[in-house]
């Protein structure tokens, strides 16, 4: 079947760097995204992999490894906006996006 | 990035009554459109893919019957929740594709949150 793994929940400190891994399953694969959601709102996109290697925006970067299923979500200069849940989702051969539960970040002072 | 408009942002309905959300892509035409149910503290769940102009596809469990989609524009998808009930409380979310999913991104509605008492 098809699966995408994420921790339920991290907490960080303001300021510092947090690394939020997903690691995925897909029948086929067409694309590995990063979306931020605040609760109560839609995601938001942050970012998009197809290709191995890493991919920076900003404060923000999303790295791929297709041969270990493999992702992380990097977070820098953490601010307490951050606090939110970030979503990994897969693309299959069918182009259907398959979402990760979500990680839950807790940003401290 | 494109412009997904959802409406209503939230809606409360009596237990039988219909409810029905749409879901507009205001500068691109979305020849497919996503349709995701999410109970909180939990992943979006696709409930149906539609292409303009065709039947919608529903995920395995999501009764049709309850869900009408309706994709009869470019720019415009809806979803009707028949007879709601309070188990169907939860917050609905729309995506739009201009292409049939090669995008490399989704586009979002805000969201529905719909609550039936």
């Known amino acids: 079947g098809q699966n995408i793994d994420q921790p339920t929940e991290m907490t960080a400190t303001e300021g510092a760097i947090v690394q939020i891994n997903c690691t995925y399953q897909t029948s086929g694969f067409n694309g590995l995204f990063w979306y931020q959601q605040h609760a109560g709102e839609a995601p938001t996109f942050l970012s998009y992999?197809?290709l191995d290697g890493l991919e920076e925006k900003g404060r923000f970067s999303s790295f791929l490894s297709r041969s270990k299923g493999y992702s992380y979500l990097l977070l820098k200069e953490l601010q307490m906006k951050d606090s939110a849940s970030y979503l990994c989702?897969?693309?299959?051969?069918?182009?259907?996006?398959?979402w990760g539960a979500g990680t839950k970040l807790i940003i401290k002072p | 990035g494109a412009v997904v408009s959802q409406h209503p942002s939230w809606v409360i309905c009596k237990s039988g009554t219909s409810v029905k959300i749409e879901c507009r892509s205001l500068d691109f035409q979305a020849t497919t459109m996503f349709w995701y149910r999410q109970f909180p503290k939990q992943s979006l769940m696709l409930m149906a893919t539609?292409?303009?102009?065709?039947?919608?596809?529903?995920e395995q469990g999501v009764e049709k019957d309850k869900f009408l989609i309706n994709h009869a524009s470019l720019t415009l998808s809806t979803l009707t929740v028949t007879s709601a009930h309070p188990e169907d409380s939860s917050f609905y979310i729309c995506?739009?594709?201009?292409?049939?999913?090669?995008?490399?991104?989704?586009?979002f509605g805000q969201g529905t949150r719909l609550t039936v008492v």
């Open positions: 992999n197809v």
């Open positions: 995506s739009a594709s201009s292409l049939t999913g090669g995008d490399t991104e989704a586009f």
């Open positions: 989702a897969a693309k299959d051969s069918n182009y259907q996006l398959i």
């Open positions: 539609s292409n303009e102009g065709s039947k919608a596809t529903y």
